[in-house]
């Protein structure tokens, strides 16, 4: 992140301070909070999105597989051997399960990101360029 200072130029053009209220801290401390929530919900969904892909690549090796393999599959810490087709459908459900979570994560950032745009337009609305809440 890189942070600069206003010039004396831009120090002038804001003119006077402007006060801070206590809603004014109350929306940015929101702000600051739905952030730090943004870039969590992030990290876990390029998790996801990556777990997705590993189980994509894994069904594709299956494919290859004959039908009559016994192939190893793991569920928590321990493997079993279990046949092909129930190794494929088990892999479809974990896949669906990824699916399904991946768009409840899409639909929280989109959400949030809506949140701090609006805080966004009411604090820049107040404080001009005197606040800097680019993320």
Known sequence: MQRRMLSREDEEAAGEEVEVRREDQDKINKFSRLHQRELLLEEELQA????KEELD???????LSDEDD??????GD???HVPLPQAQ???GVS???IDESVSELEDSLSTIREEMTRLKVELYARFGR???LET
């Open 89 to 91: 459908e088990m892999l």
């Open 57 to 63: 690549d894994l069904n594709t090796e299956l494919e």
């Open 78 to 80: 321990a493997f079993f």
């Open 95 to 97: 896949a669906a399960r």
């Open 130 to 132: 005197t606040i800097n």
């Open 70 to 75: 016994v192939v190893p599959y793991k569920i």
């Open 48 to 51: 996801k999105n990556k777990e």
